[in-house]
């Protein structure tokens, strides 16, 4: 989908990846905005929940666990795994799982539970890495494809289901070269070379960021992408 202005009070969140986070920012604002005034959602994973300013209309609760690197998820209003969330069964109206799934170490028991609090009707929203260095260790398990995530949602019971790429080649390239302090720099070895080297690739980060945006036209398979948005719904059946 075409990228969305980013809210004000969502900025300086995706200032620290602009690339990857403007374009999940951009699919949690859509969501949001198709999800009816008092619908019930569950930010799944939320960390710092920097997505509630878009659910001001909702009733929005934030879960998370209580090995998370941020702080402020372990006063989440739901702190448990996700694969076992205490909560009724089709309580929701709509499952918001942003980056999370890559640091789940049972993503079909998570996803179970996801479709089980839905509500017949009810929507999850999930982001996924596919090009992204190591993170939040030894918390990270799985890199998805889009074969792969569509057989969970649809393993997990969920129909509707749509996975489409976040960004095009380019926009990968760009991310990749803004990311190489954190993918290649030793944080207890003298960084003199590496801090120089990471410094020139975040100033072709940014060349390439700024011509990303019509060359990613030109991507035509999206094979690449930095990640993948999935949307599905569980049946009213």
């Known amino acids: ?4 202005p980013v809210p004000p009070n969502l900025r300086a969140f995706v200032a620290e990846s602009p690339v990857h986070r403007r374009a999940i920012a951009a699919e949690v604002q859509a969501a949001a905005a198709a999800t009816p005034t008092g619908a019930r959602v569950l930010d799944a994973g939320a960390g710092n929940a920097p997505y509630r300013p878009l659910f001001e209309h909702c009733d929005y609760v934030t879960h998370d666990w209580s090995a998370s690197p941020h702080e402020s998820a ?3 209003d ?3 795994d996700i694969t076992s969330l205490p909560l009724a069964d089709a309580e929701l109206d709509l499952v918001l799982c942003t980056e999370v799934l890559e640091h789940v170490a049972e993503p079909a028991a998570a996803l179970a539970e996801l479709a089980r609090v839905l509500r017949p009707g009810g929507r999850v929203v999930l982001t996924v890495p596919f090009v992204m260095e190591l993170h939040e260790e030894p918390y990270d398990f799985y890199r ?3 074969h792969g995530l569509r ?3 649809i393993s997990a019971g969920l129909t509707d289901v749509e996975v489409r790429p976040l960004t095009g080649w380019y926009s990968t390239l760009s991310h990749v070269l803004r990311q190489c ?3 290649t720099r030793d944080p207890t070895a003298p960084r003199r070379r590496t801090y120089l080297a990471s410094l020139l690739m975040l100033v072709l980060s940014d060349l390439v960021r700024r ?4 060359l990613d036209g030109l991507d035509e398979r999206r094979a690449l992408p930095i990640g993948w948005v999935a949307t599905a719904r569980r049946s009213s059946a």
């Open 144 to 146: 998805y494809t889009p």
């Open 1 to 4: 989908m075409p990228s969305s």
């Open 74 to 76: 372990r006063r989440a």
């Open 211 to 214: 011509a990303a945006g019509r």
């Open 78 to 80: 739901v702190l448990s």
């Open 181 to 183: 302090a954190l993918a």
């Open 151 to 153: 057989h969970l949602l």
